[in-house]
């Protein structure tokens, strides 16, 4: 019978004088798709952070004469109809399309939070009025609540991230409340309560934390919501106006040439399907390893 064998690394302990072991060995039994999932986030994360070290070319730089050609040796994934590398361009808008997924997932997380809170430890008027209110915006489809927010304010990456996290606030805000609504009956809360602590010590200290660290995990699954929203709605037109290198831009304009060129159009999708599917499996890793699940 085989034997599991744990990597145990030996460094100092926090508060003493000897070591103390930190186990890796969870670590080493991860699925290969995780490991996979976690190396295309990094590899996204360093075009996000030094895009320029890695495309081979200039994403707006145009030649007429090198327009449409399909993937070869010296641009890989093809060029597009100004001539411009698609690869290029597609590293470039990596930046704004994890920019756009990681601060509409931070709004919704933010105002969420809020509202759950106050309707979690507020007055029953006040918890039915602000549950009333999310239950009139859970009945619109996130794109479709994003569409109107957008109409109103207008296009533009500012409103396209002011809208997606807007159309992500009901749901955090109901995860929210259900986790206050736990916390604030578990035993440590009524203790911090029974010491006499102010109320807002007991509600920044006991009370938030616990309540929304599991909301915290779901929030990485939903990032890859937020990118795939926000590149719905560049697609449509509201995001940033051309020639800017933006996947779902990219996608609207290679749709006219789709069927001369298909690459214009696929290898945006791919890239975007990519994300989501290796953020969501982290995300999901995450959840369950909190949960204690068995890997």
């Known amino acids: 019978m085989s034997q599991t064998v744990e990597t145990v690394i030996t460094g100092p302990a926090i508060g003493t004088g000897g070591t103390r072991p930190l186990r890796l060995g969870n670590w080493a039994h991860v699925r290969p798709g995780l490991w996979l999932a976690g190396l295309f986030v990094l590899m996204l994360l360093l075009a996000a952070a030094v895009p320029h070290w890695l495309a081979p070319f200039d994403p707006l730089d145009a030649t007429a004469r090198q327009a449409f050609q399909p993937p070869n040796t010296l641009h890989w994934l093809g060029t597009d109809e100004n001539g411009r590398d ?55 489809p996130d794109l479709l609540l994003a569409l109107v927010i957008i109409t109103f304010f207008g296009q533009g990456t500012a409103n396209l991230i002011l809208a997606v996290g807007i159309a992500g606030v009901p749901r955090y805000a109901r995860l929210v409340r259900a986790q206050t609504l736990n916390v604030r009956q578990a035993g440590y809360v009524e203790a911090a309560v029974t010491l006499g602590q102010p109320q807002w010590v007991v509600v920044l200290r006991h009370i938030l934390p616990n309540a929304i660290k599991p909301v915290l995990i779901l929030a990485t699954i939903g990032i890859g919501g937020t990118i795939t929203a926000g590149a719905a709605l560049s697609f449509l037109g509201f995001g940033a106006p051309p020639p800017a290198p933006e996947w779902g831009g990219m996608m609207a304009i290679g749709r006219s040439f789709l069927a001369n060129a298909p690459w214009l159009v696929a290898w945006p999708a791919l890239i975007i399907t990519l994300t989501v599917v290796s953020i969501s499996a982290i995300g999901r890793e995450l959840l369950r390893r909190s949960e204690g699940k068995p890997l």
Not at 116 to 131: E, F, H, K, T, V
Request: hydrophobic share 60%; aromatic share 10%; net charge positive.
């Open 86 to 140: 698609v690869l290029s361009r597609l590293i470039f808008g990596v930046r704004s399309s994890l920019f756009m997924g990681l601060a509409a997932t931070a709004l919704g997380l933010a105002w969420g939070t809020l509202v759950g809170l106050l309707s979690g430890l507020g007055p029953r008027w006040l918890d039915a009025s602000l549950m009333r209110g999310i239950d009139v915006l859970l009945a619109f």
